[in-house]
């Protein structure tokens, strides 16, 4: 049973600060990489994908991966208020999979 | 833009009932997805489809089946509705095939009280 597993929360961070949201995963054959945030009573929406070990960066969000550890980050700097809400990862497997293993999420509130 | 629509918000059923929730993208992605949300357990996949008329089981296609008939809309069907069928249900579709960097987009939800 392939199985990722996160925080679940409340993760509660003062307006500005750094999030750090974390995520682990049991398949070693994973190689694709997703950080969803879904606000309450909405549809998840993809904010970052990665791929290969390391960081990537994309405006205020760095996922970083190291598939050794089977782990994998979301760091959100300078949080705001508007970034309140689940965030989750999901994990697809390698070649033949089409399937996405999704985390049961981590609740982020960013404290004004 | 990537656009998934799904064809009610909201929907009230009574118990027996069949249902239909219908999705549609406009992005030409091979494959679709349904998924239910429930509190505590996270998304879970029902059915998945990678061609028009093909399908796979999910983790929980109990009570459910699907049906494509054209690329771009993924029905999900409820044969006999129960109360424990009620939830959020979430559509996606992807456009890579198995194996590649693709990424799944999200319909807005339709959330089913099934009474």
């Known amino acids: 049973q392939k199985e990722v597993e996160q925080n679940s929360g409340p993760l509660s961070v003062p307006e500005g600060a750094i999030a750090s949201l974390n995520c682990t995963y049991s398949?070693?054959?994973?190689?694709?990489f997703f950080w969803y945030r879904q606000y309450s009573g909405k549809s998840p929406e993809l904010i970052m994908s990665?791929?290969?070990?390391g960081d990537k960066e994309d405006g205020r969000f760095t996922a970083q991966l190291n598939k050794a550890s089977q782990y994998v980050s979301l760091l959100i700097r300078d949080s705001q208020p508007s970034d309140s809400a689940t965030y989750l990862c999901?994990?697809?497997?390698?070649?033949?999979?089409?399937?996405?293993?999704f985390g049961k999420g981590t609740k982020l509130s960013v404290i004004p | 833009d990537v656009k998934v629509t799904q064809s009610s918000r909201y929907l009230v059923k009574r118990t027996g009932e069949k249902v239909f929730l219908e999705c549609v993208q406009d992005?030409?992605?091979?494959?679709m997805f349904w998924y239910r949300q429930d509190p505590g357990l996270g998304l879970r996949l029902i059915y998945f489809s990678y061609d028009v008329k093909m399908k796979e089981k999910g983790d929980i296609p109990e009570g459910y089946s699907v049906s494509r008939e054209k690329k771009e809309r993924f029905s999900l069907i409820l044969e006999s509705a129960s109360t424990n069928q009620t939830s959020m249900y979430l559509c996606?579709?992807?456009?890579?095939?198995?194996?590649?960097?693709?990424?799944?987009?999200f319909g807005p939800g339709t959330r089913l009280t099934v009474l």
């Open positions: 999901a994990v697809k497997a390698g070649a033949g999979s089409y399937q996405l293993t």
């Open positions: 996606a579709s992807s456009l890579v095939p198995a194996g590649g960097q693709d990424t799944q987009y």
């Open positions: 990665i791929y290969s070990n």
């Open positions: 992005m030409d992605h091979e494959n």
């Open positions: 398949d070693r054959v994973s190689q694709s």
